[in-house]
């Protein structure tokens, strides 16, 4: 990625006469994507950047749509043109979660670690 940070903030909406697929569509609910490229690697003579990115919305599809958008959809996403040559699934995984308890209201985090086929790009 040539950029190596930034902030995406196109509004996201469903595609039409699609139930799953969304799209980046002025009407649609605003979506803002922060990104970073902690790692950059070449499998096979194919480009590969390991980002870390931050919601600050939840939109369905929110990161798959951004990063298609610019040109740089997820490894395994076919539904948003990713290659899926080097995995069978979307690359994705969501490392962190934080959010506000709806009963205490502390804020709560939990992790989860990188699973086998993820661990496979960042060791490269």
């Known amino acids: 990625m040539k950029i190596r940070s930034g902030t995406i ?10 139930i799953i697929e969304r799209c980046i569509d002025s009407n649609g609910s605003p979506s803002i994507t922060h990104y970073e490229v902690l790692q950059e ?3 096979n003579n194919f480009p590969i950047s390991i980002v870390k990115c931050t919601l ?4 369905t599809h929110q990161i798959r749509v951004h990063m298609s958008y610019i040109k740089h959809p997820l490894l395994g996403d076919d539904l948003y ?4 040559t080097f995995i069978n699934r979307q690359a994705l ?5 934080s959010f506000e308890h709806p009963l205490t209201k502390n804020i709560v985090s939990y992790t989860a670690p990188f699973p086998n086929d993820l661990k496979y790009f960042i060791k490269l």
Do not use: C, D, Q
């Open 9 to 18: 903030n196109f509004p996201i909406a469903r595609k039409e006469n699609s």
């Open 41 to 43: 690697l070449t499998i």
């Open 56 to 59: 600050e919305t939840g939109r």
């Open 81 to 84: 043109g990713g290659n899926t």
């Open 93 to 97: 995984h969501s490392y962190k979660v």
